[in-house]
Each structure stands twice: as C-alpha cells, then as structure tokens.
C-alpha cells in the first residue's frame, strides 16, 4: 500500500461511518441524560461503536481516514454542546491512533484493534470539563455551601480522570474484538469487508 | 461524439457483467437503448462512457473509450463529469445533499462555477423540468419519481453533452415514468447524446432511434428502433425482453375464490392527514391480489397497517368468525420488503429461515428449502445470495414462521423478463393456500399472478375486481400500456 | 423530520445569525460554562450565560423548548439551594451531583438544541467552506448529514422486519438483539453509500478546482452584537488570568 492521496470514495466512506458511529454514540448518550450513568458511556461507547468500527477499518487504506473521523466526531460535540474538549482531545487521539494503524500499512488487524482503543479515547474529552478547574467552578457557588462542593468533587474525584481514560481504551479493545468477531462471522461471507 | 474500441472488462470480483471486446461508434444527438438479460453487460457499459470503469469498479481493463476526443480511461472522473452526466437506477442513493437546491447546485459547485452562474443553471434546469415547485424541498421527503427528477435536474445543469442512464425507471410509477420522458425529448431536442440501459421497453419507443441488444458481454445486434418495433411478440420474448406494448399482454387462467375476510375500520393518518380511510372492506381469502394506485395512493400505509406494524393503527380483519386485531395480525402477516436486505439476520440460510419459525414446522424445514430451490444453497450467508435467492429465503421464513397472509412490496423492480417470469411463478405457486398481496407497478407481473385487482387512490378503495379478461380495459387503462 | 440531525429547509425562522456566529457562542459557552473558567471575578458573567439560550430559543419561535429549559434549570437550581442544608450521605451525593452536573450541562446544551434546530446543513457546510476547513472535513461531514436520515429510515425498516418475525427482547434472544440490528443496518447503509460514491463521482466530486458554494450567509447587525459579546467574555478571562482585574 502507498501512500495516497484521499480521493472523493474515501471521504464518503468516513462519512457513512462517521454517521453510523454517531448514531450509536447518541443512542447511548440518551442513557446519559441520568448524569450519574454518564461514567458508563465510556464502557457501552466503545463496545459497541467497535461494531462499525472494525469494518470501517478494512476500508481504510490511507492516511487520515481515521483522523478525520476523529476530528468529525470532536466537531459534532461542540454541535451538541459538550464543548471543543472532544475536538481537541480526538485530534491527538485520532492522530495517534492512525500512526498506529498506519504502522502495520493498514492491514494488520490486532493493530486495528489497538488503533481503535485508542481512538476511542477522544470520547473521554467529554468528561474533561469536569475535572477542569474545578476550584474555580465551585467559587462561584460557595453560597452552596461545603457539602454541596464535597459531594460534587467526590461524585467526579481526581482519580477518575485517569481511569475514565484506561476505561475508554480497554472497552474500546473489548469493541475492536468484538467488531472483529462479528466481521468474520458475517461481513467476510456476505462480501462486503 | 462516442468511440468505443475493443475494449474488455472484468470485474475483480465477480463474473457477471462482463464486457468482451466491444467496438461501437455512437453520433452525436443519438438516442441509444441498451437492452438484455441480466448480467448482459449492459450496465458495466454505461460505467465504461461516465468513466466510473475503471476509476471506480476496479477489474481488468484493455481497450479504448474516447468521449468527443477525451479518452475516458485516462481522464479523471472529475473531469469525465463535465462531459458526461449519469442517472442511476435508485432515487434513493444517488443524492449527496438533504435539499434539492443544494443537490442541483452539486455538480456545478464541484466544477467551480461562479456563484451567479450556478444560480441561473439552477433556475434554468428547474423551469425545464418543470419542477420550480421542488425547490428547497427536503429531498427525504420527495416520492421515488421527484427524487428522479432532482437527478435529472442536477445532471442536466452540468450541462453535458452525453447523457448515461442506468435502468432510471426500476423503481418510478407511471406518472413518473411520463416525466422522465419528457425530460429525456427534452434533452434530445437539445442535440444531446443519450445512452440508456433499460428493461422496461414500451416508454422509449418515442426516444431512441437506435436499439442494441447486449448477450454475454458482446453485442448481439444493433438496429434502428424501426426494425426493432417491428419485432415479434415471441421474438422479443424469447430474447429475454419486457414487453413493448400492450396488447400482449394475456391474462392466466386462474383458480376461483369463494371464501373472503373482511378488513374493518381501515383508517389512519400521520401528523392528522388522512393516510387512510377505508371503513370495509371484504377481500379474497387465498387470492393473489394486485395492490395498484399512483404514488402517494396509500398503498404502503395499507400495508403496513394489514401487518400490524403501526401501533396506533385500531382497524380488525374478521375471517372464518374470527376477529384479529393488530396484534394478531402481527403474528398472521409477513411482509417481503423491496430491499430484502432489511430482514435477512442470520448468518447461514438455514438459520435464518428458523429464526422465529413455528415449532411444529420443524420437520418441514429442508421440504421448504428444496421446494424454494435453496435447499444447495442452505449454509450460505444470505447476503451473499442473489436478489432473487435472497427473496425466497424470505418466502420461505415466513412460510416456516406460519404466517398466512404474504405481503411483497415491489417485488420485480428492476428485474429482467426471465426473473420477473420466475418471480410470477412462485407467487401463483401460492394461490389457494395463502393469501398473497403484491404492491407493484408492474403489468406484466400482474396478469402473469395476481387473481385480484384492488386499486387504492388517496387513501381509499377506487375499485376492486377480479382480474378477468372482461376487466382487462378497467386494468390496462390505469397502467396506459 | 425524524433522524435528521440540522435542518433541511429555512421555514419559520425568526432572528438569523450567521452560523459562525452560533459556533463562537458554543465555543465561549462551553469555556465558561461547561469548562467553568470563569472564576471568582467573572462569575457575574454566569446569569448572562444562562440566559443565553433561553432568550436565543425564544428568537428562533421554539416557545416549548425554552419553557422546558427554563424550568429544568430554575427547578435543579433551586433543589441545589434549598436541599443542600438538609441533606448528608448518600441522597445529598445523588441529589447534588444530578443537579449539579445538570445545571453545569445544561445551558451548554441549550445553546446546542438552538444552533442545530436554527441552522441548515448547507449553511453549516457553507460556513465550514468560510472558516477554509479543508475540504477533506467538509466533504465527509456533508455525507454524514445526508446518512442520518438514511440511517434513520432502514433502522426503522430492521425494526418492522424484526417485529414481523417475533424478534423481540427478551427471551432467548436477548443478546442477539444487537447483532440482529446492526449486521442488516450497516450492510444496507454500506451499498447505499457505494451507489452514492459512484454517483457523487461522475458529478464531478473530489476535482482539484476550489468548489463554489451557492448557499447564501453573512454578517449582520444582530451578529456583530453576538461577537462583541464574547469577544468582551475573553477580554474578560485575558485581564482576569493577567492579573489586572
């Protein structure tokens, strides 16, 4: 495989699956509307968006593919009001997780599966803000008084900003497996990856 | 204007559609129809004049195809495109915007066209046409036929010379199908150059001064549309082809029906427009009965309503005493989808026709399977079948799964004549043990299965008759063969 | 229209911003809200924040949507001041943090519901093409909003298949549910999307000339209000991280 440069079928093809991606992504995301689920979005997300994901991959042939999905992903978050962390977090990520792919020339299938955990991870700039100066969030509401800031700070402590990110990575791992499998099962038979 | 040389071509991964060693010279202002079998070649031709082989559909090339001087092989697609504009077989898939505006304005944006010269290409394509009223529609919201037309608006405001046209009738009504005429005579007293591969015939007499028949890749004959109208009615059969007019068309013999069910309270409506009014209705038990009307007519809410599937829906069926309700109906319909693809599961033919199947059914399981010609096919993905393979497999779940009443909806859209006779076949094979509806517009279908003629028009029943030959005027007028 | 995620056409529409406009509102929104940045100093910046949306809804003529928000914020906001003294434990930490996270979340959001269902998809695509994004962003975005209601429509027709052959949760098919859904979708979406490919390539997609774009948008006075705004809101935060304020 050399380099090339993308052509119009590979945009399109980031766009379907950037479609179908994004539709999963907001069905969960419903479940989301109960805030203290909103931790589980980082398990359910990755499962089962590895789905789409896996046969996204065997259409990925050049680079930047999967960046610009990355990227598409981060934009439609700050349409949908969770801020620009997505976007920035999922242009390192996607970045990061092309390299990777790239590095087996877009053909080796448990680097497809790393590269999708890693890509996964642009869904953790979501949570960002809420680990983002939180000092300077709760000064406004001292009024609230200390309990209220307690309770906040212990629903979202410190240490679950890192693990939110392992958490991303390791279910988005589970989903790439699990995309694989169903990849073999059905996909390969009927034609299509 | 369009110089084809020797040239071959096989696709990478498949065998059908081949193309060998073809060499044809078509003028320009020409109006060329491409008929054939399935499989023919007829469509990869059209793909070899846009440029979509090879740049698209990868395969085995050799030969050359020169578009008023431009070798098509060698020249980008995007620069093909201002030379050669296609339309495809489905509405569905072959719009890139969400409104039409922005959809007509595709092309001409891609060539980097200056904004006040896209908008009066806009304007002027959309009054040819006749469709000044689609603009900034929602094209999600437009019926098969306007969706055709917004194609053949976009195109036509690239302004091109050559017009390629993939079967552009395989899912449009007739009124649809008068439009598309008019828009192809329009674009012919242009002095365009027209290419178009089609199975339904009887519509092109009009248009096309030049007929070549496609068998296995290479060309069979190529002669004026004179000689060809000129053509038998068992010629043109056995050559595969639809049919070219009316008249021959003959109705089957068919088995008298005594029982009926009646269907109660059939109204409903989205966002409070009436979709559906018919207060009863009393249809034959074990007849093939032809759904007809024009789009918009009601056909499909009608159906999905007979199978159950709209939850707000209140209206009953009562055969033999007994009154089914929604839910009931559920279990007692099936519906064979246009795109089959949308209810194949499973990932081998025999599980899918066990999916949901009726416990008692078990035995019957590879009785069903041969008799439906999959018994070979059994451990087969069911998407890796063929279109017509992929809907008996879904024939024959619903068979298993025990349903009684069969809903096919279009179910020879786009097919050949030899499929589209299959096709017919296996639905008279039901006559008389199971209750067949078919949505279709096709009358070559009808006549060949269906017993009964329910005609629907905004939302209600226009008329119902069994199919005879005293009431073929009532059937052939609708269909203005 | 279902599944569509901006609009398609310009009907009842009240006040038009520019859609960059709407951009730099999520954009300063999400910092100072959502990021929460706005410190001590700037917090009188947070009620005009929260405003926002309610007073934007209300432009665009979408009465029930800023009635909804209203209420929700005003409802987790007084719950937040009036049950924090007599809560502990466990019912404060549910309480508090649904609230809390809530009223973080929810003018963010707000503004979002705004800027999707007052924009289209050719405006935002056209503003895309403005801000001189690369056409290898736009392009897929633009298929992205045409799939979702294609994505929309045959999930709904899976849906129908399924209910007809008594596939239904529960059971034992419960874990194939998913399986059963998302095989038949992404098959169909996936040649729906190759036809589209090969359409969108013989007009002319993917050329190296500059694409034009004939949707119309621009500035006008209600925008340079809009900017002027936020522009003020970082003017702000600068002086404030500077140490001058």
């Known amino acids: 495989m050399k380099t090339e440069k993308l052509k119009g079928k590979d945009l399109i093809n980031v766009g379907i699956f950037s479609a179908i991606y994004f539709v999963i992504i907001m069905a969960i995301a419903m479940l989301g509307y109960i805030p203290i689920m909103m931790p589980l979005l980082c398990v359910i997300g990755p499962v089962l968006c590895g789905i789409p994901f896996m046969l996204f991959m065997t259409k990925v042939k050049k680079f930047g593919m999967i960046l610009i999905m990355s990227i598409i992903m981060g934009i439609m978050m700050m349409l949908t009001g969770m801020g620009w962390y997505a976007l920035v977090v999922g242009a390192v990520s996607g970045l990061i997780a092309e390299l990777i792919y790239r590095g087996g020339k877009y053909a080796s299938s448990k680097l497809a599966i790393v590269s999708y955990g890693v890509f996964s991870t642009w869904m953790w700039g979501n949570f960002l803000p809420l680990f983002f100066n939180p000092d300077g969030y709760f000064s406004t509401r001292q009024s609230f008084g200390q309990e209220y800031i307690e309770s906040l700070t212990n629903l979202m402590p410190m240490w679950m900003c890192p693990t939110l990110l392992v958490t991303c990575f390791v279910f988005g791992v589970v989903g790439g497996l699990l995309g694989k499998a169903l990849l073999k099962k059905h996909f390969k038979k009927a034609g299509i990856a | 204007m369009i110089e084809i040389q020797n040239a071959s071509f096989r696709y990478a991964n498949s065998d059908s559609g081949v193309l060998d060693e073809i060499t044809l010279h078509i003028k320009g202002g020409e109006c060329v129809l491409l008929c054939g079998k399935s499989g023919c070649g007829k469509t990869t031709f059209t793909r070899l004049i846009n440029g979509l082989i090879p740049h698209y559909y990868e395969g085995e090339m050799s030969g050359n195809v020169t578009v008023s001087g431009l070798d098509v092989t060698k020249t980008e697609l995007y620069e093909t495109a201002r030379l050669v504009g296609s339309v495809f077989q489905n509405p569905r898939s072959q719009f890139f915007c969400v409104d039409t505006t922005s959809e007509i ?377 | 229209m279902r599944g569509s995620f901006l609009q398609v056409s310009t009907e009842h529409r009240g006040l038009v911003f520019d859609p960059r406009t709407k951009l730099l509102l999520l954009i300063t929104m999400s910092t100072f809200v959502l990021g929460g940045i706005a410190g001590e100093k700037l917090s009188f910046l947070l009620p005009c924040f929260c405003v926002l949306p309610f007073v934007l809804l209300l432009t665009a003529r979408k009465y029930k949507t800023a009635a909804l928000y209203f209420i929700l914020y005003t409802g987790s906001y007084l719950l937040n001041l009036l049950a924090t003294p007599h809560l502990t434990g466990f019912p404060a930490f549910l309480v508090l943090g649904c609230a809390g996270i809530l009223t973080r979340f929810m003018p963010s959001m707000m503004l979002a519901v705004y800027v999707v269902s007052s924009m289209t998809v050719s405006e935002f695509t056209a503003a895309m093409q403005r801000l001189h994004l690369s056409e290898k962003i736009i392009i897929p975005m633009s298929v992205m909003f045409r799939f979702f209601p294609t994505v929309a429509d045959e999930f709904s027709s899976i849906n129908a298949a399924m209910k007809m052959r008594g596939i239904a949760f529960g059971g034992k098919n419960a874990g194939k549910m998913l399986e059963y859904r998302l095989i038949p979708l992404m098959t169909c979406t996936v040649k729906i999307g190759d036809e589209l490919s090969a359409a969108a390539l013989t007009r002319g997609l993917g050329g190296t000339v500059k694409r034009t774009n004939v949707c119309k948008i621009g500035f006008h006075a209600q925008d340079v209000i809009a900017i002027l705004f936020c522009a003020g809101c970082f003017g702000f935060l600068i002086l404030d991280v500077a140490g001058v304020l």
Not at chain 2, 219 to 238: G, Q
Not at chain 2, 392 to 420: N, Q, W, Y
Request: net charge negative; charged share 25%; with cysteine.
């Open chain 2, 105 to 481: 304005a595709f092309g001409c944006e891609n060539l980097g066209l200056p904004v006040s010269e896209v908008e009066s290409r806009i304007q002027k394509s959309a009054n040819e046409l006749d469709m000044v009223e689609l603009l900034g529609r929602n094209i999600f919201k437009l019926s098969g036929g306007e969706k055709q037309k917004v194609a053949c608006a976009s195109v036509s405001a690239v302004q091109p010379e050559v017009f390629v046209l993939d079967e552009p009738t395989s899912n449009l009504d007739i009124d649809a199908i008068e439009d598309l005429k008019r828009t192809l005579l329009l674009w012919k007293s242009q002095g365009k150059t027209i290419i178009i591969a089609e199975h339904r015939l009887y519509w092109l007499k009009e248009i096309c001064d030049r007929v070549i028949y496609m068998d296995k890749g290479k060309i069979s004959f190529d002669i004026s549309m004179c000689d060809f109208t000129a053509f038998s009615d068992e010629k043109i059969r056995s050559l595969g082809l639809r049919t070219l007019c009316s008249d021959h068309l003959r109705i089957a013999a068919k088995i008298p029906v005594a029982e009926t069910m009646e269907l109660q309270n059939y109204h409903f409506s989205y966002q409070q427009k009436d979709a559906l009014c018919i207060d009863s209705l009393a249809l034959p038990v074990g007849g093939v009965i032809a759904v007809i009307g024009h789009n918009g007519a009601g056909k499909s809410t009608f159906s999905r309503c007979l199978c159950g599937l709209e939850k707000k829906f209140k209206g009953k069926v009562s055969f033999d005493g007994v009154q089914y309700t929604r839910k009931t109906m559920l279990k007692k319909c099936y519906m064979v989808m246009q795109d089959v693809n949308h209810q194949l599961f499973c990932e081998s033919v025999e599980d899918e026709v066990c999916l949901g199947m009726d416990e008692d059914n078990e035995k019957d399981v590879s009785g069903i399977l041969s008799g439906l010609g999959l018994a070979e096919l059994s451990e087969r993905h069911p998407m890796s079948l063929s279109g017509g393979q992929k809907q008996r497999v879904a024939i024959a779940s619903a068979i298993l799964a025990g349903k009684e009443i069969l809903i096919f909806d279009e179910p020879t859209s786009g097919l050949d004549f030899e499929h589209m006779e299959q096709t017919a076949r296996l639905l008279s094979s039901f006559a008389g043990r199971k209750t067949l509806f078919v949505i279709t517009h096709d009358p070559e279908l009808i006549v060949r299965c269906c017993t009964h003629i329910l005609h629907l028009e905004e939302g209600t029943v226009l008329e119902q008759y069994p199919l005879t030959n005293e009431n073929k005027a009532r059937f052939t007028g609708f269909f203005k063969v």
